[in-house]
T-cell receptor, first 113, second 112 residues
Framework: DGGITQSPKYLFRKEGQNVTLSCEQN?????MYWYRQDPGQGLRLIYY???????QKGDIAEGYSVSREKKESFPLTVTSAQKNPTAFYLC????????????FGPGTRLTVL | KQEVTQIPAALSVPEGENLVLNCSFT??????LQWFRQDPGKGLTSLLL?????REQTSGRLNASLDKSSGRSTLYIAASQPGDSATYLC???????????FGQGTRLTINP
């Protein structure tokens, strides 16, 4: 089955720790995205990547880092510099052609203890 | 800066009613507009995508319209069912930016 997988589904972090969220897609999409969603709010863009080995900051990149070493994978690291990391994190992908729709993974809920 | 607004924030209607969800955006320079559905604790499911050159798209009981000049889109749901209960989000794809800007969503409840 083609799609986007995110792991883990739930993640707990102690203050001061870095954690990495996994995102994998087998849709052969070039572009991948990370969004953050807080309760009752829309999604905000953290980072995005249109090709392998290249990525750009989104609107709220501070305290986060990413890598894009493979087309299929776009992991997100939440660093200790992110002051309020408790949120629902969503990964998405799309073909790089303009006007293509984005497809989303099931999300990872991160809670800081 | 592009801003996307969805009104109302929440809507509750009896089963069987036809309903309209609204989405407005401030900058008409968009490539497309996408409507999504989100169930509690889940990811987003794409419902409809309207290209900037189109006026509407239909899928089953759903119909989405786009009026770029006025910065508005509507999602029409016909003959609503309890299974339609979810949060509906709209998002615009900005020209040249290759990213989506989301509204805050409308939480829809269909009462049996």
């Amino acid at each position: 089955d083609g799609g986007i997988t995110q792991s883990p589904k739930y993640l707990f972090r102690k203050e001061g720790q870095n954690v990495t969220l996994s995102c994998e897609q087998n849709l052969n999409h070039d572009a991948m995205y990370w969004y953050r969603q807080d309760p009752g709010q829309g999604l905000r863009l953290i980072y995005y990547s249109q090709i392998v080995n290249d990525f750009q900051k989104g609107d709220i990149a501070e305290g986060y880092s990413v890598s894009r070493e493979k087309k299929e994978s776009f992991p997100l690291t939440v660093t200790s510099a992110q002051k309020n990391p408790t949120a629902f994190y969503l990964c998405a992908s799309k073909v790089t052609r303009l006007s293509d729709e984005q497809f989303f993974g099931p999300g990872t809920r991160l809670t800081v203890l | 800066k592009q801003e996307v607004t969805q009104i109302p924030a929440a809507l509750s209607v009896p089963e069987g009613e036809n309903l309209v969800l609204n989405c407005s955006f401030t900058d008409s320079a968009i490539y497309n507009l996408q409507w999504f559905r989100q169930d509690p604790g889940k990811g987003l499911t794409s419902l409809l995508l309207i290209q900037s050159s189109q006026r509407e798209q239909t899928s089953g009981r759903l119909n989405a319209s786009l009026d770029k000049s006025s910065g508005r889109s509507t999602l029409y749901i016909a003959a609503s069912q309890p299974g339609d209960s979810a949060t509906y989000l709209c998002a615009v794809d900005l020209q040249g930016a290759q990213k989506l800007v989301f509204g805050q969503g409308t939480r829809l409840t269909i009462n049996p």
